[in-house]
């Protein structure tokens, strides 16, 4: 109950600034990506949910089709909303921490527990079936406790 509380005040919190922008709610289903690490680990932590972590930049042209394919797949959308905290890094807005975490390629995809354990990552542009492959494995418990074990 809590947790569809959260979701409605996030959903009507994003059509009022849309609507203060002068946009109408979007009716095409889309992910709606948290802009802050700090924000996604709180609502990871809150929600005991994966953060899926999409780093990008502006510059990047695979960044725009993964963008056009797969992010905007119904399937992937489903499985975002589904079972991840989506979380969007950005190259010129996180520089710092794109660094820390030693990313070179864009796109690049992660996933981590959500107390921000490394989980998997797959770097360049991913299909729908490729993206598909990588959340299907992290999201049963068993082997997403296989990968925190191995990268210890």
Request: proline residues 7%; glycine residues 4%; contains cysteine.
């Amino acid at each position: 109950m809590k947790f569809r509380m959260v979701t409605v005040g996030a959903l009507l919190a994003l059509i009022c600034v849309n609507i203060s922008n002068g946009q109408a709610p979007s009716r095409t289903p889309q992910i709606h990506w948290v802009q802050s690490p700090q924000q996604a680990t709180a609502l990871a932590q809150q929600f005991n949910t994966p953060i899926l972590a999409y780093v990008t930049s502006k510059h990047c042209g695979y960044c725009r089709k993964m963008e056009r394919e797969t992010w905007s797949n119904p399937q992937i959308i489903a499985m975002v909303d589904g079972g991840f905290i989506p979380l969007e890094l950005n190259a010129e807005r996180d520089a710092e921490l794109i660094s820390s975490l030693r990313i070179s390629a864009f796109p690049t995809t992660l996933l981590f527990t959500p107390d921000a354990q490394y989980l998997a990552g797959a770097p360049g542009y991913q299909s729908p079936t490729q993206l598909a492959a990588l959340l299907k494995r992290v999201q049963h418990p068993e082997i997403a406790a296989q990968h925190v074990q191995a990268s210890q």
